[in-house]
């Protein structure tokens, strides 16, 4: 059973615009939230992440939104660029844990110039 | 500085037999991580490490499955008589403490595919 789920495998959008990608998760306990991004045949990257006693967190062009109530985050970008192609990550300390993350199966995000 | 450090970048083995993969983490990091990526999967956690000790082996999918760490560097898992699901890319990743605010640095990963 999936604990935390990225329902779109992939996403394409233009330079320039928005990228919004989006991430559930089941258990309302979760209090820690992250986003990685990876590159092919590259090790993921951190990129953001977000406490549950916040519900948006800002760095640069990346927001991470949080709903508690809906169990649902979500990762904008603005603007999006060509380099910012990449599969992005979804993940949660579980468990109760501050060393195990769950990761969701990832977006494919392609940035067309 | 250096990063976190895979060894080898790909394998290739027939099924059955044993593969170690090689990990160096990031220099005076206490905590070392295994995952591993299967197609079309997200990463799935094996053990955690806390200098040589792991407290939580609790991911490793079976007994074939073994890890260790030297010294407090150096971590090497081992999968004995492979068998085709476990082609897969295993990622290693390490962090300076255990913690959320201490986030992880991967490894650019192992792929092994077992034949």
């Known amino acids: 059973d999936q604990q935390v789920k990225q329902n779109s495998p992939s996403l394409s959008v233009q330079e320039g615009r928005i990228s919004i990608l989006n991430c559930d998760y089941t258990?309302?306990?979760?209090?820690?939230f992250l986003w990685y991004k990876k590159y092919p045949a590259e090790g993921p990257t951190f990129l953001i992440s977000i406490s549950s006693i916040k519900d948006k967190n800002e760095d640069g062009r990346f927001t991470v939104f949080l709903n508690k109530s809906a169990k649902h985050l979500s990762l904008h970008i603005v603007p999006s660029q060509p380099g910012d192609s990449a599969v992005y990550f979804c993940a949660v300390y579980s468990g109760g844990s501050n060393y195990k993350l769950t990761f969701g199966k990832g977006t494919l995000l392609t940035v067309n110039p | 500085g250096a990063g976190v450090s895979q060894s080898p970048s790909n394998k290739v083995t027939e099924k059955g037999k044993d593969v170690e993969l090689r990990c160096d983490p990031i220099?005076?990091?206490?905590?070392l991580y295994w995952y591993r990526q299967s197609l079309g999967q997200g990463l799935e956690f094996l053990i955690y490490?806390?200098?040589?000790?792991?407290?939580?082996k609790s991911g490793l999918p079976s007994d074939r499955f073994s890890a260790e760490r030297t010294g407090g560097s150096v971590s090497t898992l081992t999968i004995q008589r492979t068998q085709q699901e476990d082609s897969a890319v295993y990622l290693c990743a390490s962090s300076s403490t255990r913690g959320r605010d201490s986030p992880l640095h991967f490894g650019n990963g192992t792929r092994l595919t077992v034949t």
């Open positions: 490490f806390q200098g040589n000790s792991a407290p939580d």
């Open positions: 220099s005076g990091h206490t905590a």
């Open positions: 258990n309302s306990m979760f209090d820690y």
